[in-house]
């Protein structure tokens, strides 16, 4: 397999996926702003999502894939079937369960993580009601994750990438179609997710039962339960739960801090996170996708060469576009926030919060982005204690960063917290790897990275003047010249970023890679 094509396949899909993205948070920002009642949707779809990393997307995916390519290369496709057959029922009814008991329990939910909501009885209410919506969430997300593992482990990963735009193309019909047709229209929004979620588990099952692996979900509990390859997974998600929890206690300790500043921070936060988040999904996401099946195939084979060359394959693409993203991210993040946001009822003051986000998540980009590359060099080896041991440091480190930064800078504080994190995690990570012999780094890193600072400060610099060229707040009755002089800076960056990188020997070739 061509691993350069392969990523560039899936960065074109999660592309599209982040460009719907961004095109969702602009109405959303556009219509509704950040209030209190944007926070209490934020938190509401929170409760969902955190649960969707912990048990489906995070704990299942990193327990069930390296197996299920285990099975796949060794025990042939009859066991590998009974093995997902089984794995999806365990699944299905533990998640019906959960689901329920969310349903019965959103007042709590909320409360736990906001508190600071409670100060507002009517955004508290609005954020029980939207958590009630949107739990069953979780349970369309499982089966998505659980289709994506098998999918990506036969190489099938375009339909996974893609998967996500249904969500964003579900929140941009909500958002102009059905909002102002609510007495509270911030519902729209709730209805969106769940409408998203039955969409993207419709998108599965043609693809799975292409390749013959459309699971079958039975009343048999006791059956799959006994099962020996059900019994690894849900052994090995034990630790890998406890690791996605690490992050995901850091992630409601945040939004808690957040709901008790000035009403708005936990939107921008979450706006910041979206622009964030578009290198990570690009690169991190999309360069982990690809790993854990790879690693998991030689490690099956025994291949350790083969194994730490994807890792150093993997690290070197990294750096290479992650770090020009981050320094683009913190240099231009009014210009970045004002002319996709500053709309409607996002004013200036949002605009000027978001950006002030912005930077503090652009200084850990870096750490976010190589997290998800070395954690897979574990996942795939059925390691997953060790990550879990790193993370509780981790957290203990980031709400030790809180105290310092929160009265600060506020909830600027905690996304840098969170970025710091982030960089202390993946240096552990890397140590442990280095550390056991799992990741030998080819030669030639120091000159690569000393010509890659050399661009950076290059790329700093246009980026910093072109940027402060532009009044970017001032321009909002301009919008599209405003998004014209935004893509023409960024064209001038790139241009001298890779530039620099091509006159000092740098070539595309370098980084094209083939898997086993």
Request: proline share 4%.
């Amino acid at each position: 397999m061509n691993l350069h094509k392969t990523l560039a396949a899936i960065s074109g899909m999660t592309m599209i996926s982040r460009v719907t993205g961004l095109l969702r948070e602009f109405l959303i920002a556009r219509a509704f702003g950040a209030s209190a009642y944007t926070d209490a949707f934020f938190v509401a779809f929170r409760i969902p999502n955190l649960l969707r990393r912990l048990f489906a997307e995070g704990a299942f995916s990193q327990a069930f894939v390296p197996i299920l390519a285990e099975y796949k290369n060794r025990q042939g496709e009859d066991a590998t079937r009974r093995l997902t057959d089984h794995v999806a029922t365990v699944l299905t009814w533990s998640l019906v369960l959960t689901c329920a008991v969310g349903i019965l329990g959103a007042p709590a939910f909320v409360y736990l993580i906001a508190t600071g909501l409670q100060s507002d009885p009517e955004a508290f209410r609005v954020s029980v009601v939207m958590t009630r919506i949107m739990f069953p969430y979780i349970g369309f997300m499982s089966f998505v994750a659980l289709a994506g593992g098998i999918l990506n482990t036969w190489r099938q990963f375009k339909i996974p990438a893609f998967t996500p735009v249904l969500l964003n193309l579900s929140f941009i019909f909500a958002s102009l179609f059905v909002a102002p047709y609510l007495a509270q229209p911030v519902y729209a929004l709730a209805l969106a997710v769940f409408v998203g979620g039955v969409l993207q588990i419709a998108l599965q099952i043609s693809p799975l039962r292409r390749i013959g692996m459309l699971p079958r979900i039975s009343f048999r509990l006791r059956e799959a339960f006994a099962d020996a390859g059900t019994k690894r997974v849900l052994k090995q998600m034990v630790p890998a739960t406890a690791a996605v929890s690490v992050a995901q206690i850091s992630l409601i300790i945040n939004t808690n801090i957040a709901s008790r500043l000035d009403n708005g921070s936990v939107s921008w936060l979450s706006y910041a996170d979206r622009l964030m988040e578009f290198p990570t999904a690009l690169l991190g996401v999309a360069l982990g996708t690809i790993l854990l099946p790879s690693l998991a195939k030689a490690n099956a084979d025994g291949d350790t060469e083969e194994y730490s060359s994807l890792l150093d394959w993997g690290l070197r693409l990294t750096f290479l576009l992650a770090l020009p993203a981050a320094v683009m991210l913190a240099t231009l993040s009014e210009a970045l926030t004002a002319t996709l946001f500053h709309y409607g009822k996002f004013d200036q003051q949002s605009v000027v919060m978001t950006g002030r986000a912005l930077i503090a998540y652009g200084v850990g980009l870096i750490g976010l982005i190589l997290v998800k590359i070395l954690a897979p060099g574990f996942y795939a080896k059925q390691d997953i204690r060790t990550p879990v041991k790193i993370a509780i440091i981790v957290l203990i480190l980031t709400q030790l960063m809180n105290l310092a930064f929160v009265p600060w800078i506020a909830h600027a504080g905690l996304a840098l917290s969170v970025g710091l994190g982030a960089c202390v995690n993946a240096l552990f990570l890397f140590n442990g790897l280095r550390r056991r012999g799992i990741y030998v780094p080819n030669p030639g890193w120091t000159s690569f990275l000393l010509k890659l600072t050399g661009a950076l400060f290059l790329l700093g610099g246009v980026s910093l003047w072109a940027g402060a060229q532009v009044d970017w707040i001032g321009m909002r009755a301009q919008p599209l010249l405003r998004a014209g002089m935004l893509a023409g800076v960024m064209v001038a960056c790139g241009i001298s970023y890779f530039g620099a990188l091509l006159l000092m020997g740098f070539r595309a070739r370098d980084f094209k890679r083939t898997s086993k």
